[in-house]
C-alpha cells in the first residue's frame, strides 16, 4: 500500500483507482480520436462498470446474509444497525408502505357506502379518468 493510499479513505481510493483505469482504457481506444467518439465511449465504460458493479455487489449482499454477516431489518418503519466489522457498519431506513391506488378496492368502499354505486360504474369512472403520462425512454449503448 502507498503512502497515499493510507492517507485516504476507501471511497477516494475507489474513486481514484476506477478513474484511472477509465482513463487507461479511453487512451487505448481507436473511438478516442474524436469528441463524439469519447463521449460515446465514456458512457459505454460507465455503463458498462454499473452493470458489473450491481451484479457483483448483488452476489456479496446475498453472500453476507447466507453467512450471518449482516441480518435484514426488521419490517416496521424505522432505523436499524443490521451488520458491522472494524471499519463499517450497515445501516438500514425502513419506511412506510407505499399506499397504491387499488380500483378494485374504491368499488368495493363506494358500493359499501351511502351511495350504493354498483362496482362496474365506478371501473368505468377510473377508466374515463386516465389520462396519459409520460412515456420511459431507456437508453443503451452496444459495441460494435
Not at 453467512?67 to 472494524?86: F, H, L, N, V
Request: charged letters at 25%; proline letters at 6%.
Amino acid at each position: 500500500m502507498s503512502r497515499l493510499e493510507g492517507s485516504i479513505g476507501t471511497a477516494a481510493q475507489i474513486h481514484t483507482a476506477v478513474g484511472y483505469a477509465v482513463q487507461t482504457i479511453m487512451q487505448k481506444h481507436p473511438d478516442s480520436k474524436h469528441n463524439q467518439g469519447r463521449a460515446i465511449l465514456e458512457a459505454y465504460i460507465w455503463d458498462e462498470i454499473a452493470k458489473l458493479a450491481k451484479g457483483r455487489s448483488d452476489n456479496t449482499w446475498e453472500k453476507m446474509e447466507k453467512a450471518g454477516i449482516y441480518t435484514k431489518p426488521d419490517p416496521k418503519a424505522g432505523k436499524y444497525e443490521c451488520g458491522e466489522s472494524p471499519h463499517f457498519i450497515i445501516k438500514a431506513t425502513v419506511s412506510e408502505p407505499i399506499k397504491r391506488f387499488n380500483e378494485e378496492e374504491l368499488a368495493r368502499v363506494l358500493e359499501a357506502s351511502q351511495f350504493k354505486i354498483p362496482p362496474h360504474m365506478t371501473k368505468g369512472f377510473v377508466g374515463a379518468a386516465k389520462v396519459p403520462g409520460s412515456s420511459a425512454t431507456r437508453l443503451t449503448i452496444e459495441e460494435r
